[in-house]
T-cell receptor, first 111, second 113 residues
Framework: QKEVEQDPGPLSVPEGAIVSLNCTYS??????FMWYRQYSRKGPELLMY????GNKEDGRFTAQVDKSSKYISLFIRDSQPSDSATYLC???????????FGKGTTLSVSS | KAGVTQTPRYLIKTRGQQVTLSCSPI?????VSWYQQTPGQGLQFLFE???????NKGNFPGRFSGRQFSNSRSEMNVSTLELGDSALYLC????????????FGPGTRLTVL
């Protein structure tokens, strides 16, 4: 079993839809949880950063961490064509340790 | 504040050669991590440097090495290149002392022929 599982998609939605992206993980020692967005031929861009459990909101983006279920989510409200990208979840045990990434979910938002 | 910069952006090498990639972190960041991204394996951790010391290392062969300078700039070297080393090599910087927010550069795309 891989440490971090993420459905690769692709996921196609119409403009304005609410998008839900998810990752599951196997190691309960993970404490830091991140979501990155990566456009084609670019480096990943940090979207959300969460320590331990709970919710965090930033504009149209909401990140949720449920450590009891080993499950994290990213919600995108009012999705836009510019949100079309690959979304990567990442997590780590402690500061200074490696990020363990999911394989990424490809999202396409059509206008 | 300027982001993470990586040079060169593209490289083409042949099997058996060696290559050096460079990364300049965000000003004030002391931690630099390197990752390899391929379509099959996704993003995989290579190593992390903090204050010129390698703090963590991933599961890659010894052909992959790195170093960090006193100004936090980092280089990674791959010797005896193999076809399977073709990938996007990404550098990420972090403040390093606490927390783990990592900010990525645009990457160096290495093609091995």
């Amino acid at each position: 079993q891989k440490e971090v599982e993420q459905d690769p998609g692709p996921l196609s939605v119409p403009e304005g839809a609410i998008v839900s992206l998810n990752c599951t993980y196997s190691n309960s020692a993970f404490q830091y949880f991140m979501w990155y967005r990566q456009y084609s031929r670019k480096g990943p861009e940090l979207l959300m950063y969460t320590y331990s459990s709970g919710n965090k909101e930033d504009g149209r983006f909401t990140a949720q961490v449920d450590k009891s279920s080993k499950y994290i989510s990213l919600f995108i409200r009012d999705s836009q064509p510019s949100d079309s990208a690959t979304y990567l979840c990442a997590m780590s045990y402690q500061a200074g340790t490696a990020l363990i990434f999911g394989k990424g979910t490809t999202l396409s938002v059509s206008s | 504040k300027a982001g993470v910069t990586q040079t060169p952006r593209y490289l083409i090498k042949t099997r058996g050669q060696q290559v050096t990639l460079s990364c300049s972190p965000i000003s004030g960041h002391r931690s630099v991590s390197w990752y390899q991204q391929t379509p099959g394996q996704g993003l995989q951790f290579l190593f992390e440097y903090f204050s010129e010391t390698q703090r963590n290392k991933g599961n890659f062969p010894g052909r992959f090495s790195g170093r960090q300078f006193s100004n936090s700039r980092s280089e990674m070297n791959v010797s005896t290149l193999e076809l399977g080393d073709s990938a996007l090599y990404l550098c990420a910087s972090s403040p390093g002392a606490t927390g783990n927010e990592q900010f990525f550069g645009p990457g160096t795309r290495l093609t091995v022929l």
